[in-house]
């Protein structure tokens, strides 16, 4: 055999053998088309939920009429100073014009007065529902030797008024307690009136009368 014809032989040989592996090396799988290889892939679109409506309450008014501000009752007076200021709790007595009126109200608003001029008191005469008596604010401390029971009321004029009066006992912690002296308010002012001891025909019992 000639050189030639063995290396051709040779060569057939190696090409075949080739061939044979890469046909064991290659994947059973068709091969995609060129239109699947250049089709994209795209993520499923993600669904959006529908916004939620959220129900505000707004904030209550920071003021309410004068007419529609409910008393605070009285509460029973558990210790001894609680006590004596219900014994002395002023008896207040307005024969015409404007009338006290509660200037507080539970939910935290407090009272307005009144818009226009009222000269003869009607929009705050308490026709409006006033039924339940006046609203009276009270403190009380010790100022000195004296024990100062402070009682307030507001009146929801066109200019708000606060008129006030200080009943002065001597203690109350003990059983036999007396009115030491009085301090009223006066209109236009920051001072006082004061009477020490104050006239019996000022007394009634043991509340001070406030006219």
């Given at each position: 055999?000639?050189?030639?014809?063995?290396?051709?032989?040779?060569?057939?040989?190696?090409?075949?053998?080739?061939?044979?592996?890469?046909?064991?090396?290659?994947?059973?799988?068709?091969?995609?088309?060129?239109?699947?290889?250049?089709?994209?892939?795209?993520?499923?679109?993600?669904?959006?939920?529908?916004?939620?409506?959220?129900?505000?309450?707004?904030?209550?008014?920071?003021?309410?009429?004068?007419?529609?501000?409910?008393?605070?009752?009285?509460?029973?007076?558990?210790?001894?100073?609680?006590?004596?200021?219900?014994?002395?709790?002023?008896?207040?007595?307005?024969?015409?014009?404007?009338?006290?009126?509660?200037?507080?109200?539970?939910?935290?608003?407090?009272?307005?007065?009144l818009k226009?001029?009222?000269?003869?008191?009607?929009?705050?005469?308490?026709?409006?529902?006033?039924?339940?008596g006046s609203?009276?604010?009270?403190?009380?401390?010790?100022?000195?030797?004296?024990?100062?029971?402070?009682s307030a009321?507001?009146?929801?004029?066109?200019?708000?008024?606060?008129?006030?009066?200080?009943?002065?006992?001597?203690?109350?912690?003990?059983?036999?307690?007396?009115?030491?002296?009085?301090?009223?308010?006066?209109?236009?002012?920051?001072?006082?009136?004061?009477?020490?001891?104050?006239?019996?025909?000022?007394?009634?019992?043991?509340?001070?009368?406030?006219?």
């Amino acid at each position: 055999m000639k050189i030639s014809t063995f290396i051709g032989v040779v060569a057939f040989c190696i090409a075949a053998t080739l061939a044979e592996q890469v046909q064991k090396e290659s994947p059973t799988t068709a091969p995609s088309t060129p239109e699947q290889q250049q089709t994209p892939q795209f993520q499923e679109e993600a669904t959006v939920a529908p916004a939620k409506e959220i129900e505000v309450t707004p904030p209550p008014s920071a003021t309410i009429e004068h007419g529609e501000v409910v008393l605070f009752k009285q509460p029973e007076p558990a210790s001894a100073t609680e006590k004596a200021a219900i014994k002395f709790k002023p008896q207040l007595s307005i024969a015409n014009g404007c009338v006290s009126y509660a200037a507080v109200y539970e939910a935290g608003q407090v009272s307005t007065w009144l818009k226009g001029p009222d000269h003869l008191g009607i929009k705050c005469a308490g026709l409006d529902g006033l039924t339940e008596g006046s609203q009276v604010y009270g403190r009380s401390a010790w100022y000195g030797r004296v024990w100062g029971i402070m009682s307030a009321w507001f009146f929801p004029e066109m200019t708000p008024v606060w008129q006030h009066l200080i009943v002065w006992t001597n203690n109350p912690n003990v059983s036999e307690q007396t009115i030491v002296a009085v301090s009223t308010s006066t209109n236009g002012s920051s001072g006082y009136a004061v009477q020490t001891p104050p006239s019996a025909d000022k007394i009634n019992g043991t509340s001070v009368k406030v006219s």
